[in-house]
């Protein structure tokens, strides 16, 4: 397959599946980041933050049983092989929280309700690639590599099941899997989440995206002879790079990032279709339209400084149990509940 489709072309399409059933599960099953948090701090109900738990606590479990059977090893991604920077989690975590409330969703979000035909998403898509872009390797860069230098590369795995693994003297595998059945069991042990069966397969499919990502890329890196990346599921800088790819197509490769951005419009339009939900939306108030690309202008930043969204460190590199995943989702949690306060309290625009 890999002689006959190319690796760039084959761990494209392993992104398009993933990204295609996120993309369902942003519309069939409503997981969102933004809207969990704002379930949990307004609406009294902590099933959607559940769901999360419960898709990081299924992430988990797949790819340390994928370790397990020698299908998968986490060590070969940039989340574990790099030293860990708390400072960059946790400020880029602030801003990019505080950004997706302000644009009123995530980039995985945005390109969620994109594919139900909201134009002001496509709007913060656009800034958010942008943004990403232009602080990972354009103008904004030497700010970032100056405040932020980039992390050197690990002598030992970053990650909390290879810290117990070296401390229990067994393999990181047996712990990741144990770890990721206790986050199952909490989240299910939530009377209304168990209730809601749309949500926990939703929640199922989530996890499922992102193992398929680690074991397909991990297949095409260990069988080719590229050197493919071993990469799940983000959405700041591939953003970026399929705007790139959209203007210069015919001078670069298809990649990763770019069957991951195009699966989650895919599965998101399709996801609309079936529930009798798409149709286009535009912004009437252009101060709302204002906030939204201020709100996407400083998601960009806060992910690449980050080194990750509310995908990238949220699951992919909380299922791979890294140091940075706790931190980071964290500081996006409280920067969005600032953020929400700020909105609903009262928002005073940007000038």
């Known amino acids: 397959m890999l002689d006959t489709w190319g690796e760039a072309n084959v761990v494209a399409a392993?992104?398009?599946?993933?990204?295609?059933?996120?993309?369902?599960?942003?519309?069939?099953?409503?997981?969102?980041t933004l809207g969990a948090i704002e379930d949990l701090l307004y609406g009294g109900s902590d099933v959607r933050l559940r769901m999360w738990v419960l898709a990081i606590g299924v992430a988990?479990?797949?790819?340390?049983?994928?370790?397990?059977?020698?299908?998968?090893?986490?060590?070969?991604?940039?989340?574990?092989?790099?030293?860990?920077?708390?400072?960059?989690?946790?400020?880029?975590?602030?801003?990019?929280?505080?950004?997706?409330?302000?644009?009123?969703?995530?980039?995985?979000?945005?390109?969620?309700r994109f594919g139900g035909g909201d134009l002001r998403s496509f709007v913060i898509v656009l800034v958010m690639g942008?943004?990403?872009?232009?602080?990972?390797?354009?103008?904004?860069?030497?700010?970032?590599?100056?405040?932020?230098?980039?992390?050197?590369?690990?002598?030992?795995p970053s990650g909390l099941a290879h810290v117990f693994s070296d401390m229990l003297g067994v393999s990181a595998a047996p712990i990741g899997i144990v770890i990721g059945c206790v986050l199952i069991l909490f989240a299910l042990s939530g009377q209304m989440l168990r209730q809601d069966r749309r949500a926990v397969f939703w929640a199922v499919i989530v996890g499922l995206a992102i193992i398929s990502?680690?074991?397909g890329t991990f297949y095409v890196n260990t069988h080719?002879?590229?050197?493919?990346?071993?990469?799940?599921?983000?959405?700041?800088?591939?953003?970026?790079?399929?705007?790139?790819?959209?203007?210069?197509?015919?001078?670069?490769?298809?990649?990763?990032g770019i069957g991951s951005v195009a699966g989650v419009w895919i599965g998101a339009f399709l996801?609309?279709?079936i529930k009798g939900h798409f149709r286009w939306e535009a912004c009437d108030d252009p101060r709302e339209l204002r906030r939204q690309i201020f709100g996407a202008a400083i998601m960009g930043v806060?992910?690449?400084?980050?080194?990750?969204?509310?995908?990238?460190?949220?699951?992919?590199?909380?299922?791979?149990?890294?140091?940075?995943?706790?931190t980071t989702f964290a500081a996006i949690f409280v920067g969005a509940a600032l953020g929400?306060?700020?909105?609903?309290?009262?928002?005073?625009?940007?000038?």
């Open 14 to 32: 392993i992104g398009l599946f993933g990204g295609i059933l996120l993309g369902l599960a942003a519309r069939l099953g409503r997981f969102c």
């Open 60 to 112: 988990i479990l797949g790819s340390f049983g994928l370790m397990a059977g020698g299908f998968f090893d986490p060590g070969t991604s940039f989340y574990l092989s790099r030293e860990w920077s708390p400072l960059a989690s946790i400020f880029g975590g602030l801003l990019f929280g505080y950004g997706m409330a302000m644009a009123g969703n995530c980039g995985y979000g945005a390109l969620a």
């Open 130 to 156: 942008l943004a990403s872009y232009a602080t990972l390797s354009g103008p904004l860069a030497w700010v970032r590599v100056a405040v932020f230098p980039p992390a050197p590369p690990s002598s030992t």
């Open 213 to 215: 990502a680690w074991a």
């Open 224 to 256: 080719g002879f590229s050197g493919t990346p071993v990469v799940s599921h983000t959405f700041s800088a591939p953003i970026g790079e399929t705007i790139l790819y959209g203007m210069t197509a015919s001078g670069r490769n298809l990649s990763f």
């Open 271 to 273: 996801g609309s279709l």
């Open 302 to 326: 806060g992910a690449i400084i980050a080194l990750g969204c509310t995908i990238g460190q949220g699951l992919s590199a909380f299922s791979l149990l890294a140091f940075s995943a706790p």
């Open 340 to 351: 929400l306060r700020q909105l609903i309290e009262g928002f005073v625009p940007v000038k």
